[in-house]
């Protein structure tokens, strides 16, 4: 299943509650992005430098734990990846093709080890075009940015809603213009607005399209 959709849309808490209830894996594309970021501003990479990234990306390992956990080289990083500032340069770097066709291959890799529920900017469109089930999920720009700011919040109390809002529409320009791989609805996703829903009825929205799918599916065959 593939689930995409801009910053804040609450993709990670519908796609981790959808995977739960069909027993699949739980794939977080952009802390993949995210992790690869910290380690290019660990190594004082600038964001559009393709022959450092391709260096870094060389001797980087990637990894998604069942619950959730972020490896990179061997190392948890899973709270260490989540500031907006990791979250504008995984945007930047984002854009390389580079970048995009290492992700991708191991983003497929994981997919091929059973069932999964993929979240990220293309997982519907580029990645895995086939999914079963897509999905994308979008809100308003005022409610992603709530969203966001009540989880950055208690980390970093300088933190402001307005700034908030600036860093989440300036992510989402440079992941929807990008040249590669750039944020879009699938021409087959269901597309759900979830400014007005509670998590709750995104994920029997959701559940009720895998059921419908199957349904067609077993008609079919
Ligand atoms: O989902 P997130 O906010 O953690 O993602 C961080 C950045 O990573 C996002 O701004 C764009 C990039 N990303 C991407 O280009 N493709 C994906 N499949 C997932 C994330």
Same mark, same amino acid.
């Given at each position: 299943m593939a689930i995409d959709g801009p910053a804040g849309a609450g993709k990670s808490t519908v796609a981790k509650a959808v995977a739960k209830r069909l027993g699949y894996r739980y794939m977080d594309t952009g802390a993949m992005y995210r992790a690869l970021a910290w380690k290019a501003m660990r190594h004082g990479a $600038?964001? &559009?430098d393709e022959s450092a990234l391709g260096r870094i990306l060389e001797s980087t390992d990637v990894d998604l734990g069942a619950d959730g956990t972020v490896m990179l080289d061997g190392a948890d990083v899973s709270g260490a990846i989540r500031t907006p500032e990791v979250g504008q340069m995984a945007s930047q770097v984002s854009g390389m093709k580079i970048v995009r066709q290492r992700m991708a291959d191991l983003q497929r890799a994981m997919g091929r080890s059973g069932s999964v529920v993929a979240e990220g900017r &293309?997982?519907?469109? %580029? %990645?895995?075009? =086939? $999914? =079963?089930v897509k999905v994308y999920l979008d809100a308003s720009p005022e409610t992603r940015a709530r969203r966001r700011f009540d989880e950055l919040a208690a980390k970093d109390s300088t933190l402001t809603l307005e700034q908030t809002l600036a860093d989440v529409m300036r992510r989402d320009r440079r992941d929807k213009e990008r040249a590669v791989a750039p944020l879009r609805r699938a021409d087959d996703a269901v597309f759900i607005d979830s400014t007005a829903m509670p998590v709750d009825a995104v994920v029997d929205r959701i559940l009720q399209e895998v059921n419908s799918k199957s349904n067609e599916n077993g008609r079919i065959a």
């Open positions: $600038a964001p &559009d &293309d997982m519907g469109t %580029v %990645v895995f075009p =086939e $999914a =079963e």
